[in-house]
Structures are given as structure tokens and as C-alpha cells.
């Protein structure tokens, strides 16, 4: 088979982000299958004689899919929270009328998602038959796995990383409910036991001064920095910014605990990448996390302050509790491969040809 697969999400501030990592391991693990030839391609119209094209991601507001098709065409929808919280995510005339021609667009098209909730939410929101629709589900990059003692200290002296933590990983939009974290964390603290505990927010977007950019996106981190600073937690919270894998894998390793709050997830990568280095997960219930996480994460409600405090309290006290949510968890991150991936997008790939 001879595929093009659209690379402008490596080229864009997709790279660093979950659309990025997909397109770069879709890339990846293709290359290296030798019924497979990878062809790179920025406009369709640079392509000839390939059998089908894969854009590995669909933009609900900009025109980015090609209504006119020069041959077989794949889409993959990560998810489409903005359609699902669409107070919390405004858009303009043009955004809407952009959002009329991708679905133009996709009227011709094979659609691939990350999750079975991600495709029931396609299936609602943009009316597209479920036939045309196939989950195929992600995996942790073989990096993230249990580190050895030795590998740890180095990293955990450069960044002088306490002995206990809750770590969370990822962006701060509103659907990540870091303001429900950080109320909660707060409340931890109010414990004698785990008055020595911190907090880590890993992701660039910590970083940024946001405070006078006005952008409805931002408005969850502004709030996140109020908090902060209302609750005097500055010493509390470490902010490392963009990490690379290696240092990531190891603050994951050292982590005490993962915490993921979100109030919808399309799927969950950071789960899978707790899971894979034996970090005991507490989630959210919400979206595809539950999907994901099967049996190795304990779950509350994303809008129960309360519970989530009772729940991080017993896990960050009991350590057999800890040990058992680790061994469940790399059994789950081992039920998801990039090898099984290949195999599931393969599969979609012939049935388009055919």
C-alpha cells in the first residue's frame, strides 16, 4: 500500500501536543512495515499514485479537509469537546461557517478516533454513520516504563523533587478542571500527614505570562494563578515546564500519585503513560477515561470536591493501596500497543481501497 499521510500537524503548534504525537507515531510505526510506503504530503495536489490519503487530524473550525478528494480519503477525529461544551468555546461566523465546510468535507471520508466514546460523541455531533467510524486506541511510547533506582536520582536532585507528590501532565484548558485540582489539593494539605506534600504541573503553558492576554482559552489558567495565589500555595506547586521523555518518565516514576481531573477526555494519554511506569492513577469518570483506565485507576467525580479529597487522601496514605494500583496499571498500559495500533489502521486502510 502506498499511503500519504498529511504532515502539517508536525509543522504547526500541533507538534507539541496530542495531534502531534499521534501523527508522529502514525508516521513512525508505518515506516517500519514493509507492506507500507509512507508518503509525506502538505497538499494533496503534490501526491500521485498513491492508493489513499490519512489526514491524522480534523479541525472543527478551519477549513483543513479538501471537499474535492483526488483519491480514497481517511480522517482521523480526536474528539469534538468543542461541540459538546460549546458555551465553553465559542467561535465566529467564520468559524462556524469553516465548521459547514469540513463537514461538507467529511461527507466522503473513512473517520478514525481514539476511543468508542469519541465515536458515539462523532456519531451525535456530526451525524456520520457509525459504519463509517473505527476506534482504533493509542499506546505509551516503549520509553515509559519502570526506571531503576539509579536512573531516578539524577533527576530527582536536579529538579529537588520532594519525596511525595501528586503530578498532573498536560494543557490547562477548561475541560482539564485544573481549578478543581488545585481547590483539592489545597484541602490536602489541611491534613498533619501530608502537610509536606506537593503538587507538580508539567506542560509549557504553566509558564506563560497570561495575565493580559484576553483569549476565552486562557481563562481557566488565569484562574488556576488566582488560586494559586489566593491559597498562598506558590511554595507548594513546582512548575518544571516542557519536560523531555526521559525527565517526564521520571517524574512519572517518582510520582506518588497521577491525578487526572478533566471534566472530558477523547482518551487519555497520560493515564497510559502513569500506567506504563507503575504510577498509582486516581481519574476522573468522565469521557473516555474510565475506557482507558478499565480497572487500574480509581475514579471520582470531576465536580465532587469531597470526594476526590477522601479518595487522594486514602491512596497517598496507603502504600499496599499504592502497590496495587501499580500492578494493575502495567497490566492495562500492556493491553495497548503501537503494534496493535498499525494493525487496527491497516485494517482500515484496506477497506477503504477495497
Known sequence: MKIGINILPLET?????????????????????????????????????????????????FHTLPIKKNFPTVV??????????????????KGKFNHFLQKIALSNCAVMTDSHV????????????????????????????????????????????????????GDANWTKNLPFLIDGFRKLLEYKELENLKLILVGG?????????????????????????????????IKPGNLEDKE????????????????????????LQSFACGTPVISSNRGSLKE?????AVYFDPTNVSQFVK?????????????????????????FSWIKFAEEIKKVYLKVIK
Request: glycine share 4%.
Open 292 to 296: 482507558v483506565g478499565g480497572d487500574a
Open 76 to 93: 482521523t477525529i480526536h474528539d469534538v469537546i468543542p461541540l459538546i461544551f460549546s458555551d465553553y468555546y465559542p467561535v465566529g461566523i
Open 13 to 61: 503548534a500541533h507538534k507539541s501536543r496530542g495531534i502531534g504525537y499521534y501523527t508522529k507515531n502514525l508516521i513512525d510505526i508505518l515506516e517500519k512495515d514493509n507492506e507500507v510506503e509512507i508518503i509525506k504530503f502538505r497538499n494533496q495536489d503534490e501526491l500521485k499514485n498513491v492508493d489513499l490519503v490519512h489526514y491524522p487530524w480534523f479541525d472543527l473550525f
Open 118 to 169: 469519541s465515536k458515539l460523541d462523532i456519531i451525535k455531533h456530526l451525524k456520520i454513520d457509525s459504519s463509517k467510524i473505527t476506534a482504533v486506541y493509542l499506546s505509551a511510547d516503549w520509553q515509559f516504563k519502570v526506571l531503576p533506582d539509579r536512573d531516578l536520582i539524577y533527576i530527582k536532585r536536579k529538579y529537588q523533587l520532594p519525596d511525595q507528590y501528586i503530578l498532573y501532565v
Open 248 to 271: 517526564l518518565i521520571a517524574f512519572y516514576n517518582l510520582a506518588t500519585v497521577y491525578v487526572q481531573p478533566s471534566l472530558y477526555e477523547g482518551f487519555g494519554m497520560p493515564i
Open 311 to 335: 479518595i487522594a487522601r486514602e491512596l497517598l496514605y496507603d502504600k499496599s493501596l499504592q502497590s496495587k494500583l501499580s500492578r494493575l496499571g502495567l497490566k492495562q498500559a500492556a493491553r
Open 205 to 237: 503553558v504553566f509558564l506563560k505570562n497570561v495575565e493580559n492576554i484576553d483569549h476565552p482559552e486562557l481563562e481557566s489558567l488565569k484562574l488556576v494563578n488566582k488560586l494559586i495565589k489566593e491559597y498562598s500555595l506558590e511554595q507548594k506547586i
